[in-house]
């Protein structure tokens, strides 16, 4: 599949089968943010992967109650340290590498934003000094969900100034 189909058949998934991802898909996963572009190169960051069920258990609990939270194979939380510029950009671009790798490997995903941050470190022992970025779902998914409704170019585009909008 080339990287256009990959972002095209990306979903978020919020329904997952009851099975365990391979190792080597989750180190493949892993190996792919690694390898996302970073401020200075700095790669100012760390992925903590949880697959235990009574700490998947209690993430529900932190991300709102959000129950599907807890049904995936594994949650990647990425952690940045704030005293470094572009941090969370730049985890965000080496989730997103992520997402886009278990598009390739059959395995869904979903972002999580709403989360207690206080309650996700205390839980993953996070030094209070990090930051928690976002929360990643990864599993088998159980679902096809149909593609959503996204704004056309002439919506999002301009040339030049804010208010140029796309040629005819």
Not at 27 to 51: D, M, T, Y
Not at 68 to 85: L, R
Not at 123 to 137: E, F, G, R, S
Request: aromatic share 6%; with cysteine; hydrophobic share 40%.
């Amino acid at each position: 599949m080339g990287v256009f189909d990959t972002i095209k058949d990306r979903r978020s998934i919020r329904t997952y089968k009851d099975e365990r991802i391979p190792k080597d898909k989750l180190e493949k996963l892993l190996e792919a943010a690694r390898l996302a572009p970073s401020a200075a190169n700095r790669q100012n960051w760390k992925f903590i992967v949880v697959g235990g069920e009574e700490v998947k258990k209690q993430l529900v609990a932190a991300c709102n109650n959000q129950s599907f939270v807890g049904t995936a194979s594994n949650i990647i939380a990425g952690v940045g340290d704030p005293s470094q510029k572009w941090h969370q950009v730049d985890l965000a671009i080496a989730l997103e590498h992520i997402v886009l790798e278990a598009v390739e490997l059959g395995l869904g995903t979903c972002w999580i934003g709403a989360f207690n941050e206080d309650e996700v470190k205390k839980l993953l022992k996070i030094p209070q000094d990090k930051k928690v970025v976002a929360l990643l779902t990864v599993g088998v998914p159980a679902e096809s969900p149909a593609a959503r409704q996204r704004k056309s170019l002439e919506e999002i585009i301009a040339y030049d100034e804010y208010l140029n909008i796309l040629p005819s």
